[in-house]
């Protein structure tokens, strides 16, 4: 009868105590006496991931082999699954079980890999590997993809080339500061043409030349009733109490000297009011959703005024209407072409240009971009001399005025 044997559990181990083993890439091994084996372990033990990684080197006369447990060479098997090995003791017949590590040991010979590695990394990129296998295994339409495409790298870098030698002669014809004054008059032009109210420049009439009704449809101009009215009934203290508050000097101006009875009355109150909402919306750069709430304005307005001079972006998760520079200069045209209907097409820029709050050059801009006719009040004797003398205006002239564009440049001030 056989010998019966008992397992004996080895206890608790460490990652040193862990049994190695080994299996050679090129074969069996007949006789390992020959073989001295080491290992290696890694120097920082603190490092959970670092501190099982080894290195099992086996060296003979002729040659050396060498496998490890970490990196893209090691066996997979190591993370999937644990292996034990048993080590049976003939004389007690107990086998001690202990946990073990697979090497697979793959022959090295020094010098040879390391050069061809760094020769492939530093010539050969991801790219140029592919396409050497498609030229020597690829299929016909894999061949004709790769020699178009490399058809259209030369053809790209050709035309990157032109567009270069190009971009550098009218750069040393015209010089650098005259083309960069020729983009900022062109963005300048463009950026104000683009914010002009629906006009009709054939016009046989001057108040058909920016249609009222693209400015405030019947059905707009009629939700206007009740702040209109509000407007029709201050008093002229109450007009004098907003000039010295700060409000808007255009609304005031033509609350002064609106008709007295009378649909034009009526008409000229609901504009004012109008008139007031868009210079309001100027003032501002973020404008809130109860804007407009305070005054009494109708919700058609308030959506009207909302998606044509608002720019909706995102802050924290929230949509907000934003006032930006190009939907300012829109408001400031817009408002222009309200004032010329409320002022029999003339109207006047210094006021305007205060209640929206840009300069008196960018106010000038705009008119000349709508192709109004620029006027100056003669001077006059009395008070009123200072302010008329100041005051720029401009009207509707048939047909309109087409101006130069050009940009001013001011001369240096000589120091002494």
């Given at each position: 009868m056989a010998a019966s044997c008992s397992f004996v559990c080895c206890g608790e181990e460490n990652e040193s105590d862990k049994a190695a083993i080994v299996r050679f890439s090129n074969g069996c091994v007949s006789n390992a006496e020959p073989l001295e084996f080491s290992t290696y372990k890694h120097t920082d033990e603190k490092n959970p991931r670092k501190k099982s990684r080894r290195i099992l080197v086996a060296e003979s006369d002729r040659l050396s082999y060498v496998g490890q447990n970490f990196g893209a060479e090691s066996m997979k098997c190591n993370t999937l699954c644990k292996y034990y090995v048993g080590v049976l003791n003939k004389q007690t017949m107990q086998m001690e079980v202990h946990n073990a590590v697979l090497f697979n040991l793959q022959p090295v010979i020094p010098g040879e890999t390391s050069a061809a590695k760094a020769q492939d990394t530093s010539t050969t990129t991801y790219r140029d590997k592919v396409d050497m296998l498609i030229e020597a295994f690829g299929t016909n339409k894999q061949k004709r993809a790769l020699v178009s495409r490399r058809l259209n790298q030369v053809g790209s870098n050709a035309l990157h080339n032109a567009?270069?030698?190009?971009?550098?002669?009218?750069?040393?014809?015209?010089?650098?500061?005259?083309?960069?004054?020729?983009?900022?008059?062109?963005?300048?032009?463009?950026?104000?043409?683009?914010h002009l109210p629906p006009c009709n420049p054939n016009a046989d009439k001057r108040e058909d030349v920016y249609p009222f009704d693209e400015l405030l449809s019947p059905m707009e101009l009629a939700a206007l009733e009740a702040p209109g009215s509000k407007?029709?009934?201050?008093?002229?203290?109450?007009?004098?109490?907003?000039?010295?508050?700060?409000g808007s000097l255009s609304v005031v101006r033509h609350l002064e000297t609106m008709p007295t009875v009378g649909e034009a009355r009526e008409r000229t109150s609901r504009c004012a009011f109008y008139l007031s909402m868009l210079l309001k919306m100027a003032r501002q750069k973020n404008v809130p959703h109860k804007f407009g709430q305070d005054e009494g304005c109708p919700r058609i307005i308030k959506n009207k005024l909302f998606k044509t001079f608002t720019v909706e972006t995102f802050n924290?998760?929230?949509?907000?209407?934003?006032?930006s520079t190009s939907m300012r200069v829109k408001l400031a045209a817009y408002s222009l072409a309200l004032v010329l209907h409320m002022g029999h097409m003339t109207a006047d820029l210094s006021l305007l240009h205060r209640d929206l709050r840009i300069t008196e050059a960018k106010m000038i801009e705009v008119a000349k971009s709508m192709g109004l006719s620029m006027i100056k009040p003669a001077r006059t004797k009395g008070s009123e001399a200072v302010l008329s003398d100041d005051h720029r205006q401009a009207t509707v002239v048939l047909p309109l005025v087409k101006y130069d564009q050009f940009v001013e440049r001011r001369k240096r001030r000589k120091m002494h």
């Open positions: 567009v270069a030698k190009a971009a550098t002669s009218v750069i040393d014809k015209k010089g650098l500061e005259a083309l960069q004054q020729e983009v900022a008059e062109t963005e300048s032009q463009g950026t104000v043409a683009s407007m029709a009934a201050l008093t002229p203290e109450e007009l004098q109490k907003m000039k010295d508050e700060g924290n998760g929230r949509v907000q209407n934003i006032v």
